[in-house]
């Protein structure tokens, strides 16, 4: 199962990883079970020492895009660094194949599934987690951390969607869920408005230039990408994102203003990691413990990286955003470096969802693939319930309590990140309802142990959902029965009804056996009725 994982420009002990692997072989054949909670957190033995904690999110990145994921075509010397010194999962799984349900289940340890508006939102959709909503951020400043917001964001801003006064300190942020410091994008960058807001308000204000937003109409006289495309001097669309012009690119909605508080696409990486650092620097300066939830916009649409990734990468601008999101691993990585806090600070890299090649610019992605697969052995990908579309790559690293250079086959969700990080953090209790879905496995996520959670529950962006065992997957029936989606090619896996794939067989979904196992099948889909 390993075998496809390149390990060879990392300082790691294979010898370590392999053992660790063969046992972590053998729990993938474990029953289907639906136990209670785990009994991982036991004897955690991180309570006397409490990291800081770097909770850095790629945007749409997949399984197979970087190195030590196996890729080949594409670089990624310091994330596979970071991989050689730490814990490194081939079975981790975010909670949806989008981004907005997918954060949703990352902040508040509640699936998706349970709450109505948490699909993809719009840039001007208001807070989509309830500010009275007990999420990891408030878990942690209650423990004593501070705690930050930066990047990419897309969980809504404000009290009342398309009400915002973009000109004005908003009403509710993420500073109503915990976040003492934020400077996010309010959705992505494919999205209006295109700038950033710092602690509420939006981020280098031009009054000059008064901020409007919608997504229904065009404000008079503002070109778009589809009446002028003769301004779009940087990427034109494939589908869709042809509304309001920024920096040559058009977008999904219509703005107006923004003047010199308006995002340069090439400069949003530096921004984000530059932001990152100036928080932690301070918090260290004050000696504060502190928790970054970190989201790039890379790989996220419209790929537009520095210039100095420009033509490095045979697959294009993909490839250069991949390489840029490495680039911005590094800049954290020697920060920490440079602070001295390294080797007190627990970094989780993961992807919010699975990658997708095409998302709605020319941007040359899929005829400069060549063989590189961006979702690895898995199938299908983004807004899909096949395997790729949440099975994302992920990896820790704590120095001194995770091993060095470990691969682990243990089933993750990233609904767990709450309780696994308030037991890191030493929060001992919590207000009654808060992260109902999220499990404490402690000693898996730090390597410790190859104990996998019973099954991990994922949301395709028509809401259905799948169910995984460290054996089975299992897809319920879709909403969507297209087999593709036609715009971006990805087979949607739900089209069947339902499906069962015995994953030690195949990790390619292609074998559905729901015929010959009709009792996992029912147990499966039995699970999933009484979540
Ligand atoms: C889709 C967009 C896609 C991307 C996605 C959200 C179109 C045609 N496609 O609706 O480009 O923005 O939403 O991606 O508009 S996510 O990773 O933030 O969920
Ligand atoms: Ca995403």
């Known amino acids: 199962m390993v075998e496809s994982v390149n390990f060879a420009s990392m300082k790691s002990n294979p010898a370590k990883s392999l053992a660790l692997t063969a046992a972590a072989l053998v729990a993938l054949s474990a029953p289907v079970v639906a136990s209670a909670a785990s009994s991982a957190a036991d004897d955690t033995a991180t309570s006397s020492k409490r990291p800081n904690v770097i909770l850095l999110v790629a945007d749409d990145l997949g399984y197979g895009d970087m190195s030590c994921y196996g890729a080949h075509r594409v670089n990624t010397p310091r994330v596979d660094s970071i991989a050689s010194q730490g814990v490194m999962f081939t079975n981790a799984h975010a909670c949806a194949s989008t981004s907005t349900p997918s954060r949703y289940s990352l902040l508040t340890g509640e699936y998706c599934f349970r709450k109505p508006n948490t699909n993809i939102a719009d840039g001007d959709a208001a807070l989509i987690i309830p500010a009275d909503t007990y999420t990891v951020a408030d878990m942690m400043h209650d423990a004593g951390y501070r705690t930050a917001a930066i990047g990419k964001w897309h969980l809504g801003l404000g009290s009342e969607g398309g009400k915002q006064d973009w000109n004005k300190p908003l009403d509710v942020t993420p500073a109503d869920i915990g976040f003492d410091h934020h ?149 954290i990585d020697d920060a920490l470096d440079s602070l ?24 040359g992605a899929p005829g400069l693939l060549g063989d590189h697969r961006p979702g690895g052995p898995w199938r299908g990908g983004k807004y899909g319930s096949f395997e790729a579309g949440t099975a994302v790559p992920m990896i820790v690293r704590w120095p001194g309590i995770t091993p060095e250079g470990k691969v682990s086959d243990a089933l993750v969700s990233q609904i767990d990140n709450f309780a696994v990080l308030a037991e890191i953090a030493g929060a001992e209790t919590h207000p009654a309802g808060a992260a109902p879905d999220s499990k404490p496995y402690v000693q898996t996520w730090t390597g410790r142990s190859d104990e996998s959670r019973d099954y991990a529950v994922a949301m395709a962006a028509d809401r259905s959902l799948t169910l995984r065992t460290p054996r089975w997957k299992y897809i319920a029936p879709g909403r969507d029965k297209r087999a593709v989606e036609p715009n971006t090619g990805i087979e949607l896996g739900h089209d069947y009804a339902p499906a069962l794939f015995d994953m030690n067989e195949s990790r390619f979904e292609e074998n559905n056996v729901i015929s010959s196992n009709p009792d996992v099948a029912e147990q499966m889909r039995t699970i999933l009725e009484n979540l």
């Open 340 to 363: 001295g806090i390294a080797d007190n600070t627990m970094l989780i890299i993961t992807s919010d969802n699975g990658p997708v090649v095409d998302d709605g610019y020319r941007d």
């Open 183 to 331: 400077y996010i994008m309010a959705a992505t960058a494919d999205r209006v408005p295109c700038v950033f807001f710092e602690d509420g308000q939006v981020a280098n204000y031009d009054p000059s230039a008064p901020i409007e937003v919608s997504y229904r109409k065009n404000f008079p006289g503002e070109p778009t990408g589809k009446d002028n495309p003769e301004l779009l001097t940087k990427l034109h669309p494939s589908h869709g994102h042809d509304m309001s012009i920024v920096n040559g690119i058009s977008r999904i909605g219509y703005m107006k203003g923004g003047g010199k508080a308006l995002w340069r696409d090439e400069d949003i990486a530096d921004s984000i990691a530059s932001h990152a650092i100036d928080f932690m620097a301070g918090a260290v300066a004050d000696g504060e413990p502190f928790f970054i939830y970190l989201c790039t916009n890379d790989v996220h649409v419209p790929r537009y990286p520095h210039e100095r990734f420009r033509g490095l990468s045979p697959m294009g601008l993909r490839g250069e955003a991949i390489m840029q999101f490495d680039y911005t691993v590094g800049l």
